[in-house]
């Protein structure tokens, strides 16, 4: 296949720390957005397609490791090492509650219908929480067998999925019974574990290996061998055709899906790459990186070497969450999403 000439990246500035976790909303009425998770404690909203700013959650005394959108992006959610997990307004910024654990929480998730949150972390412990009744007990599941790096929905909210820090293998929890019904066995602890936006693929990223399963019968599809140790994959959602990877060379590999072949491979990150995300139509791709920033990289972006002249989006101030174009939904009355135009889009403001 025939690699092409890219396209200087969006180079997204605004996050001091490193950017451990990425999360794309789907395409709602007024576009799609990108939600980044970093060590620096105030998770970041932006547009998922220009990568500009939107606001920046605050409030937590710890490093964010992971945060995600619900499926309208009206409501956000984020991890932390500060031992709680919080719900946020997309919309204002506004903190609408805390979930308090007893240590490290290191994943979240919003179940598909958005009724319900799910988070784990170094408890071991799987905790659903019913966000119609924040301030109610949370479902516990299962023991894990080490502490919980990832989690996910799957099977119209009926299966979760978790892996762990320390420990092989990706486990599938019935909701149902509580238990465990299928383990993926991988060699090494997975780093990333993504359902494939058709439901049909379960991609995971473990050591030097990147796998596609069956996410209904669990069967091991393809399963490649990457260049170095890689941290994250995604499988691009409309076709799936190609696959991105990402981990500690700092590059952002592209690969065949079918054949495993890799057809382009885009450079510019100072640091190992921690996470990379399809959008969700597939037009473009994300990369978080040790080095604080996120690259929005569009399909065509393969086999280039990115100067420091790339655009640049980053808010110029440490800002509380004030949303632009969002916030004139509300103030028009939603007419916007009602009537089903977005008309012209305010920037965002950083001051």
């Not at 090492?81 to 998730?109: M, Q």
């Not at 997975?190 to 494939?196: D, I, K």
Request: charged share 25%; with cysteine.
């Amino acid at each position: 296949m025939e690699k092409r000439k890219a396209a200087a990246p969006l180079v997204c500035h605004g996050h001091s720390r490193p950017v451990v976790d990425l999360f794309y909303s789907p395409i709602t009425p007024d576009g799609f957005f990108l939600i980044s998770a970093s060590k620096d404690s105030s998770p970041m909203l932006r547009n998922g397609e220009t990568g500009d700013w939107i606001g920046t959650f605050e409030g937590h005394k710890g490093a964010v490791w992971s945060s995600c959108l619900d499926t309208n992006a009206l409501r956000a959610a984020s991890a932390s090492a500060d031992f709680s997990a919080k719900l946020w307004d997309a919309l204002t910024g506004d903190e609408l509650h805390s979930f308090e654990h007893k240590h490290i929480v290191r994943a979240c998730a919003f179940s598909e219908d958005t009724h319900l949150l799910v988070t784990g972390g170094l408890e071991k412990i799987l905790r659903i929480f019913d966000l119609n009744r924040p301030d109610a007990p949370p479902r516990e599941v299962g023991n894990s067998p080490g502490s919980i790096r990832t989690v996910a929905w799957l099977h119209s909210d009926q299966t979760i999925l978790s892996s762990c820090t320390d420990t092989s293998g990706v486990r599938l929890w019935d909701l149902r019974s509580g238990k465990i019904v299928q383990t993926l066995e991988t060699k090494s602890p997975v780093t990333s574990a993504e359902v494939s936006q058709d439901g049909r693929f379960i991609t995971t990223a473990d050591g030097s290996t990147v796998k596609f399963w069956d996410a209904n019968h669990f069967g091991l599809v393809k399963s490649y061998y990457m260049p170095c140790n890689v941290e994250s994959a995604s499988l691009e959602p409309k076709h799936g055709n190609k696959f991105i990877a990402g981990g500690e060379d700092m590059w952002v590999h592209v690969f065949d899906f079918h054949t495993g072949e890799e057809i382009g491979c885009n450079k510019g990150h100072h640091g190992p790459v921690h996470c990379v995300r399809f959008s969700p139509g597939g037009e473009s791709y994300a990369s978080g990186s040790e080095d604080g920033t996120i690259r929005i990289w569009q399909i065509g972006s393969v086999n280039h070497e990115e100067n420091d002249s790339a655009p640049q989006n980053g808010p110029s101030g440490k800002v509380k969450a004030v949303v632009d174009e969002v916030t004139r939904k509300i103030e028009s009355g939603l007419h916007i999403g009602r009537e089903g135009k977005t008309g012209e889009r305010d920037k965002a403001t950083d001051a």
